[in-house]
């Protein structure tokens, strides 16, 4: 099956500070999400983005499906951004979603 | 999006015993999934929840294990039967309105624990 690697596995950020959060796969994908689970355990759609770039305030995310790999940008960080932050995927043939292992951001006041 | 409620949100359950999860959503969706995030872990797909007929499990997951029903567009369950300290675990629905190429939303998610 596909292949969905996340990179760096734990950030440790100051508030304030900007981080590029990594996502690589291994096969084409017709779909691409990133996913924030907050310390409750709720998963909260970032974005669906299967190719291009997209910004929602402070969080942008960028696909570039030809080379297999997914950036989110978080700017100017805040401690409600603590938590861990998944990609998922979807191949073109499939209908069930690949999870990577996920980052677990934290973010100190 | 699909508003979707999960019900409970949280359980703590003795060994052995069953407990069934609901999941509901405000409109009529074309697929629902159910998934497991052990401790610390990712999450994984257990099953897809079919309209009036079995669900389809992934590998590792059983029927007899993990009984799923839907009997209509808006609304399925999942059992945890004879549970486990393994079973520990959150568990999700998720459901995709429209085709398989939209992005899939999440329930809140059941934390069941068992002593």
């Known amino acids: 099956g596909i292949q969905v690697e996340q990179s760096p596995p734990d950030l440790i950020l100051q508030e304030g500070a900007n981080s590029t959060l990594r996502c690589n796969f291994s096969?084409?994908?017709?779909?691409l999400q990133w996913f924030h689970q907050n310390p409750w355990g709720q998963l909260i759609n970032l974005f669906y983005i299967p190719s291009g770039t997209k910004q929602n305030g402070r969080l942008s995310a960028t696909t570039v499906a030809t080379e297999r790999y997914s950036l989110l940008y978080i700017s100017s960080s805040q401690t409600t951004d603590s938590g861990v932050y998944f990609c998922a995927v979807l191949r073109p043939s499939g209908s069930r979603l690949t999870f990577g292992e996920g980052t677990q951001l934290t973010v100190n006041p | 999006s699909a508003v979707i409620s999960q019900k409970p949100s949280r359980d703590i359950c003795q060994r052995g015993t069953s407990l069934t999860i609901q999941c509901q959503v405000d409109s009529q969706v074309t697929m629902m999934f159910w998934y497991r995030q052990q401790p610390g872990q990712s999450l994984t797909l257990i099953a897809t929840a079919n309209q009036g007929s079995e669900a389809t499990y992934e590998s590792g997951f059983v029927i007899d294990k993990f009984p799923i029903s839907r009997p209509n567009l808006t609304f399925s369950t999942l059992t945890v039967s004879n549970m486990s300290p393994e079973d520990s675990s959150i568990y999700l629905c998720?459901?995709?309105?429209?085709?398989?190429?939209?992005?899939?939303?999440f329930g809140d998610g059941t934390r069941l624990s068992i002593l």
């Open positions: 998720s459901v995709v309105e429209g085709g398989n190429d939209q992005p899939q939303h």
């Open positions: 096969d084409s994908v017709n779909n």
